[in-house]
């Protein structure tokens, strides 16, 4: 059974970068078959894709957070992780790890089960 | 940039059959998937693919592709189907998610 974990901060700064880690469980992110997703939920509203990275390193960002967005995989931990910089208060939600199916089409298996980051000073 | 756009909110009869949509260029290139979210809880992939359901969801669920339009069917819905619906696709940009459907079984 493929299990994900979120692990980070659950304040952050405005201004500052938050840095949140996934941990997978049961697979591993060396797989070819599947992409490793970020996705997030503002408090009350709808689900937001941030991004997802490949076994080998090859990422994709949301184009209204790319200039933000970094996300890296950690292979001999098998984790991998988001930062995100000059974070304000828009950028406080439930934050969600999950595997992406790669084929056919999007389809995202397996999430963790969301870690909320709260943005304030 | 690509959008997906679903009604805010749609009802159904107990037992009854309710059809839940999602409109967007990128519907004529990707296939969609559906999620099902509870308060609470993170999302579970009801749909995937042309018309592929995970292991555990029950048969009631359905999808379908015409246009630029992908639905979710569910067959006799149940009181644990109420729920919030999302659509999800691919385009140039990568990924993107529907703004929701709030579905409430009567």
């Known amino acids: 059974q493929v299990q994900l974990q979120e692990s980070g901060p659950g304040l952050v700064k405005p201004s500052e970068t938050l840095s949140l880690t996934c941990t997978v469980s049961g697979g591993s992110v060396s797989s070819g078959s599947y992409y490793w997703s970020w996705i997030r939920q503002p408090p009350g509203k709808g689900l937001e894709w941030i991004g997802y990275i490949y076994y080998s390193g090859s990422t994709n960002y949301n184009p209204s957070l790319k200039s933000r967005v970094t996300i890296s995989v950690d292979t001999s931990k098998n984790q991998f992780s988001l930062k995100l910089s000059s974070v304000t208060a828009a950028d406080t939600a439930v934050y969600y790890c999950?595997?992406?199916?790669?084929?056919?089409?999007?389809?995202?298996?397996?999430w963790g089960q969301g870690t909320l980051v709260t943005v304030s000073s | 940039s690509s959008e997906l756009t679903q009604d805010p909110a749609v009802s159904v009869a107990l037992g009854q059959t309710v059809r839940i949509t999602c409109q967007g260029d990128?519907?004529?290139?990707?296939?969609a998937s559906w999620y099902q979210q509870k308060p609470g809880q993170a999302p579970v992939l009801v749909i995937y693919?042309?018309?592929n359901r995970p292991s555990g969801i029950p048969d009631r669920f359905s999808g379908s592709s015409s246009g630029n339009t992908a639905s979710l069917t569910i067959t006799g819905a149940q009181a644990e189907d109420e729920a919030d619906y999302y659509c999800n696709s691919r385009d140039s940009s990568g990924n993107l998610f529907g703004g929701g459907t709030k579905l409430t079984v009567l």
């Open positions: 999950a595997r992406d199916l790669l084929w056919p089409g999007v389809g995202l298996d397996y």
């Open positions: 990128s519907l004529r290139s990707y296939y």
């Open positions: 693919g042309k018309n």
